[in-house]
Nanobody
Framework: QVQLVESGGGLVQAGGSLRLSCAASGSIFRIVAMGWHRQAPGKQRELVATITSSSSTNYADSAKGRFTISKDNAKNTMYLQMNSLKPEDTAVYYC??????????????WGQGTQVTVSS
């Protein structure tokens, strides 16, 4: 099992910044990719950004130019730097990881989420 714990959410004014963290722990063998997703009230969960084991990144159009995903392999931690925040960025942000175990079994794990609220 892999446990993911997000932190760094909170209330910020429009135009402000937040940095989310996602710490992975447990029986980690090989993490293939990690990503941030978000879900606003009444909306479906959507992908925000992903980063692979080789540090290749991908962003949703809504995040491009404002958000930066990164990771620290030594700490098994992923980050999401969010700048120029807008009220429409308000959501619960979840981190997820694609993990492969020693038997090549692939599985996704999700964190509990952290609330980000952007006031206008």
């Amino acid at each position: 099992q892999v446990q993911l714990v997000e932190s760094g959410g909170g209330l910020v004014q429009a135009g402000g910044s937040l940095r989310l963290s996602c710490a992975a722990s447990g029986s980690i063998f090989r993490i293939v990719a990690m990503g941030w997703h978000r879900q606003a009230p009444g909306k479906q969960r959507e992908l925000v950004a992903t980063i692979t084991s080789s540090s290749s990144t991908n962003y949703a159009d809504s995040a491009k130019g404002r958000f930066t995903i990164s990771k620290d392999n030594a700490k098994n931690t992923m980050y999401l730097q969010m700048n120029s925040l807008k009220p429409e960025d308000t959501a619960v942000y979840y981190c997820a990881t694609v993990h492969v175990d020693r038997y090549s079994f692939r599985r996704e794990f999700w964190g509990q989420g952290t609330q980000v609220t952007v006031s206008s």
